[in-house]
């Protein structure tokens, strides 16, 4: 069964770095697109950014181009994303979830990692 | 970017109710549409993609329908265990983008 388990969330100041980590299980992870989700306290989804399978193409949503870099080690089975100059308002829990193809559904989910910026 | 709008935001349903949630695109999506179920303090599990493919291991009481701008997930003879916040999203372009969610509520 396909598992994902993120790791690295807490809580950082603006402006500061956070990483995360998305470590897979139960499938081939080099061949699927992977991305990020995430979820504000009380609030709806929202896609921050996807990767290709071989990491050669990213794609980003406009409220964290610039600032998180979404990345991947096909080696270790993982995903990441870095988040430099976080905001107050990219509180959130981020999940990890596997992609079906380029542009798609996402069919499997971590438990998710709450990052809070706050000073 | 596509806006996906949901209706109603909460629905107070009765177990054995049949339950019908719009989603509405801004613009022609053709079927690349997926349907969502969280439960509270839970990742999302997919339900329904294309529109109307139920993925697996999903109970048929779950359907979906629709294409171009609008769209319904349909819940047919409703469970306790099916409260929870229901979302669409659109994947037809990127940004990709999610409704607001619906909460049913029973």
């Known amino acids: 069964e396909a598992q994902l388990v993120e790791s690295g969330g807490g809580l950082v100041q603006p402006g500061g770095s956070l990483r995360l980590s998305c470590a897979d299980s139960?499938?081939?992870?080099?061949?699927?697109?992977m991305g990020w989700v995430r979820q504000a306290p009380g609030e709806g989804l929202e896609w921050v950014a996807n990767i290709k399978e071989d990491g050669s193409v990213e794609y980003y949503a406009d409220s964290v181009r610039g600032r998180f870099t979404i990345s991947r080690d096909n080696a270790k089975n993982s995903l990441y994303l870095l988040m430099n100059n976080p905001r107050v308002e990219d509180t959130a829990v981020y999940y990890c979830a596997r992609s079906s193809g380029w542009r798609d559904r996402f069919d499997c989910w971590g438990q998710g990692t709450l990052v809070t910026v706050s000073s | 970017d596509i806006q996906m709008t949901q209706s109603p935001s909460t629905l107070s349903t009765s177990v054995g109710d049949r339950v019908t949630i719009t989603c509405r695109a801004s613009r022609s999506i053709s079927t690349w549409l997926a349907w969502y179920q969280q439960k509270p303090g839970k990742a999302p599990g997919l339900l329904i993609y294309k529109a109307s493919s139920l993925e697996s291991g999903v109970p048929s009481r779950f359907s979906g329908s629709g294409s171009g701008t609008e769209f319904t997930l349909t819940i047919s003879g409703l469970q306790p265990d099916d409260s929870a916040t229901y979302y669409c999203q659109q994947y037809e372009t990127y940004p990709l983008t999610f409704g607001g969610g619906t909460k049913v509520e029973i």
């Open positions: 139960g499938f081939t992870f080099s061949n699927y697109w």
